[in-house]
């Protein structure tokens, strides 16, 4: 007998508190899912798995298909079923992989903890994620399947950092920092203790106001992902320019950053509701765009994002000049 | 109240045993409060807490998991179970497949215990992040796919003076800690012990006592106690926010509310608050007291000019709750400011009061990355070394893991022998398996200190390179030290052994004093540093791939090796202990993948020769303080 009642239901995705940056982040990837998965990193406590779990939640209705520390090759390539193997009958199991990729649009591949997975664990998943193909060659079976998924990563930078590669393979990187002050710390503390009470049967009006607004936000966010697919919010040359010249400034290598930047914005402005690509969606997106993919500090760790790398962007989505007749370039001749 | 199971009247309980009867009731009452870390735990203890958690929750107590240094990750999570013969005969199997222990649905085991966290192996240390505190799980491994929702309490025991090399992101899942090194404490009667003989649940004189009968629990219906905006507030207050991890606010503010809830109360009041924190040796801001009574509505005092910062927080998003303080005297026994409110439950001692928490203290010093497996870089040769956590596919046959490859191929044997009946077991190449091992130290490191050249200098800033590279590398630590103060004999060399540079002691042993006038027997520690090393290097477990020898030392033994061994001195000695150091420091020569390196203190206005010298018959260089090495 346990004495504890158990909740039914998972934390409202909208009760989060103060994580609005990784909440963003992960509404602009199920927008865009080309802009390629999100990695949370972020110190102890700092509720990212349940905020990731929460939005796969809000957005699906399920817990999300997720790889575990001790997954084996044939769980996350697929493999025959072992109880049928024993009576001579081969039944083939999909993986992980294949999971998370079977939807109608890309699914997502949650992976907690993701740089204490093993390195020939994460070699699959790279693999797989660069080619958009899962190729299965194991145990007799040959297969070559197409998959569309977005990787949800979350880490303790604590343990250790990821490799550049897999680094690469994330769009956005969102890192989280723990509760600022007491008031956010109480807040906290507060709606925890406020949803350990409720039952899922009969939800208290905070509750069903908490999981109303859910639905809501998940109809926002299906709005503006309809908006991107009917080919809406096409970014201008302009908008093209400041990525490209943001991420030269930043020295990153190849071209992923700046794609990664334009898709970004052009899903934050559907979801703000706006009607053109903005300098000031640029300049919001950069840091989760780019403080992952610029060379590392000295010491081999990743440089964190500063107010001085706010100013680089700034003075990149600033208003353009005007030219020498006073009139704006948009207008001379 | 009498032993359930014998009928005796428990033997006295002592202070530290009603503290821990008290967190476990709480956990029974929410198992959302986390893990459990007992400090410095008396041997044995563990498994009759764990049992008496698991009668109180109404669990068998032979379902408790316990988890240690061995366990790889097939133990944690699936195993191979035998079939019915029935199963057999109709074209089943007899060899099935199972999740096991942790992962046994619907909810994991009621309990499981880590003896010795310090020792616990990767693959449990893993576990215990993926699990603890997570709404659900899943274990995907060789074929099997199980979803569980765990509800596992988790209680671990774990030495003081280990926990600061623990990895915080692994103490962040046992937010709980209570010291009870006094457990044992009380002396035993001679009633006491004839009780203990003849009963098992009865560890001492300082036995545990039946799991009390919770009054209003949620478990009879009635919901958990609301706790108030100032409860709330003294709990973030208490945890030290925000340098502290917001876990521990959560882990309070449910050891306050469990308290509530056994004391029968539908609220929480803050002398649950400072039960709780008192209990996980929290102290309560001493500005912080207890209100004139304890009313509905706590009183709303001005603000304090000491919190003025307070008064910038912004507004709750939601628009609720005040920002004031709550103040007010005491009126319980006890002096103004102090948690002697604290009637029912003990007072915990001074030394637990502060420090559990050891991750937050300037002395922690975790290992980095623990949580990972260890990246091993290997010569050529590769040698099959350290605890085995788990297999993986292989092609090579070094190293095999016999059982692994066999349930491998067992899968594939009824099709196999349709093409070659008749025959034993049938392996594929694809079926081989190694084992995947957690690897010990493949690098070491001797360092020698002699003491006697020190007196002023600092040799911190000259070893650190070293040091660093020790760690990075996760090097074994042969440690030697002469002429210090106190050593256990003035002609030897004392020597120890470390894990790593993190070892508490590598840290004494650079700051001890220099023994006055003493001798300085540097042939006899060279000799012991060397036969440490070739020991490592040809036949350790840990076959060393590469190693230092760092000898920190004016050159200037005036000991004798024959002296050394002999433990005493024949009489007047001249340069007989300088040239015995030389000739002892050859020996290194024939060390292979060892390189040495002499660090001489800077300025030597006497023999400045010597390190050179010392330096040349090791094979190795001299560290140039000034520039480099030379």
């Known amino acids: 007998m346990d004495n504890a009642p158990e909740p039914t239901t998972v934390f409202p995705y909208s009760w989060v508190i103060g994580q609005e940056t990784m909440q963003r982040a992960l509404e602009i990837s199920y927008v865009s899912p080309a802009v390629g998965g999100v990695l949370i990193r972020g110190q102890r406590g700092t509720a990212k798995s349940t905020t990731a779990r929460a939005f796969a939640q809000m957005i699906s209705g399920d817990f999300p298909v997720t790889l575990p520390i001790g997954a084996t090759d044939d769980r996350v390539l697929g493999g025959w079923r072992v109880e049928d193997l024993l009576k001579s009958e081969t039944t083939w199991q999909r993986g992980l992989i294949e999971e998370a990729g079977a939807g109608d649009g890309p699914g997502m591949l949650y992976i907690d903890e993701v740089n204490l997975l093993d390195d020939h664990l994460v070699n699959i998943i790279l693999d797989v994620a660069s080619t958009g193909i899962l190729l299965v060659q194991r145990d007799g079976a040959d297969k070559s399947i197409q998959v569309r998924f977005v990787i949800v990563g979350t880490m303790n930078p604590e343990e250790g950092n990821l490799r550049p590669q897999l680094l690469d393979r994330f769009g956005l990187l969102v890192e989280v920092e723990s509760a600022a002050g007491e008031q956010e710390r109480y807040e906290i503390l507060r709606r925890v203790l406020q949803f350990e009470k409720e039952d899922a049967k009969s939800p208290s009006g905070d509750l069903a106001a908490g999981l109303s607004s859910d639905e809501e936000r998940k109809r926002v966010l299906t709005q503006a992902r309809r908006r991107l697919a009917d080919g809406e919010l096409e970014p201008s040359d302009d908008i093209l320019r400041r990525a490209a010249d943001i991420a030269a400034e930043f020295k990153v290598e190849g071209h992923r950053a700046e794609l990664v930047m334009v898709r970004a914005a052009r899903a934050l402005a559907a979801i703000d509701g706006d009607s053109d690509v903005l300098p000031e969606h640029l300049a919001w997106v950069a840091p989760l765009a780019l403080t992952h993919r610029r060379s590392p500090s000295g010491n081999g760790t990743m440089q964190s994002w500063s107010p001085a790398d706010d100013i680089i962007v700034s003075r990149h989505v600033a208003p353009a000049e005007a030219g020498p007749t006073g009139a704006k370039p948009a207008e001379a001749g | ?630």
């Open chain 2, 1 to 630: 109240m009498a032993s359930p199971d014998t009928g005796r009247a428990p033997a006295a309980v002592n202070p530290s045993a009603e503290r821990v009867t008290t967190i476990l009731s709480c956990v029974v009452v929410d198992r959302r409060i986390g893990g459990v870390i007992f400090i410095d735990l008396p041997p044995g203890w563990l498994i009759h807490l764990a049992s008496w958690l698991c009668r109180a929750i109404a669990a068998d107590p032979a379902r408790i998991v316990t988890l240690g240094s061995a366990d790889s990750e097939d133990d944690l999570w699936w195993r191979p179970a035998a079939g019915s013969a029935e199963s057999a005969a109709e074209g089943g199997s007899r060899l099935l497949h199972r999740p096991c222990r942790l992962a046994e649905p619907p909810h994991g085991p009621p309990v499981a215990i880590i003896p010795d966290l310090a020792r616990a192996s990767l693959p449990v240390t893993q576990a215990v992040v993926s699990l603890s505190g997570a709404d659900t799980a899943v274990v995907d491994r060789h074929g099997q796919h199980v979803k569980w929702e765990p509800r596992t309490r988790w209680l671990a025991a774990c030495a003081r003076a280990d926990l600061g090399r623990l990895s915080p992101h692994l103490l962040d899942r046992f937010p709980v800690r209570i010291d009870v090194a006094d457990l044992d404490a009380a002396s035993w009667s001679p009633e006491e012990f004839r009780a203990a003989l003849a009963d098992d649940h009865l560890m001492g004189p300082s036995s545990l006592g039946p799991p009390p009968q919770p009054a209003g629990t949620p478990a009879a219906g009635r919901p958990f106690p609301s706790m108030g905006e100032a409860c709330a507030r003294l709990v973030v207050k208490a945890v030290g926010a925000p340098a502290a991890p917001a876990r521990r606010d959560l882990a309070l503010g449910r050891l306050a509310r469990a308290l509530a809830a056994l004391g029968g109360s539908e609220e929480v009041r803050q002398v649950h608050v400072h039960r709780a924190a008192a209990l996980v040796g929290l102290a309560v801001p001493d500005d912080v007291v207890l209100p004139q009574s304890e009313p509905a509505q706590d009183p709303v005092p001005p603000p304090d000019k000491d919190h003025a910062g307070d008064q910038e927080s912004p507004e709750p998003s939601n628009g609720g709750g005040s920002r004031d303080r709550v103040r007010g005297p005491m009126t319980t026994a006890g002096e103004p400011g102090r948690f002697s409110a604290l009637k029912d439950v003990p007072a915990p001692p001074t030394s637990a009061v502060t420090g559990n928490y050891a991750e937050d203290g300037p002395e922690a010093l975790p290992e980095f990355a623990s949580l990972r497996r260890p990246w091993q870089w290997r010569g050529k040769r590769r040698a099959a070394r350290g605890l085995i956590v788990g297999s993986e596919a292989t092609r090579e046959m070094a190293d095999l893991s016999i059982m692994s490859t066999v349930l491998e191929a067992a899968k594939y044997q009824r099709i196999r022998h349709v093409s070659a009946p008749g025959r034993g077991i049938v392996i594929y190449g694809a079926d081989l398996r190694r084992n995947r091992r957690q690897g010990g130290p493949d690098t070491a490191i001797a360092i020698v200190l002699d003491h006697t050249c020190r007196r002023k200098w600092d040799w911190t800033d000259a070893l650190t390179p070293y040091l660093g590279w020790a760690y990075t590398q996760r090097a074994a630590v042969t440690m030697v030290e002469l002429g210090h103060r106190d050593p256990a004999s003035d002609l030897r060399a004392d020597v120890y052994r470390a894990d790593s540079v993190l070892d508490r002691r590598i840290a004494a042993s650079l700051s001890r004093s220099p023994g006055r006038a003493s001798p300085s027997p540097l042939a006899y520690g060279l000799d012991l540093a060397i036969q440490h090393l070739r020991r490592q290097v040809r036949y350790g477990a840990a076959s060393t791939d590469q190693a230092w020898l760092v000898v920190v030392s004016d050159g200037r033994g005036n000991v004798p090796l024959e002296a050394s061994l002999r433990g005493q001195l024949p009489g007047p000695i001249g340069r007989e202990g300088i040239d015995d150091a030389l000739t002892v420091a050859a020996g290194a020569l024939s060390l292979s993948r060892v390189r040495s390196v002499v660090i001489a203190p800077p300025g030597l206005a006497y023999y400045p020769e010597l390190p050179f010298d010392l330096a040349k018959a090791l094979g190795g260089i001299v560290a140039d303080l000034a520039d480099g090495e030379i």
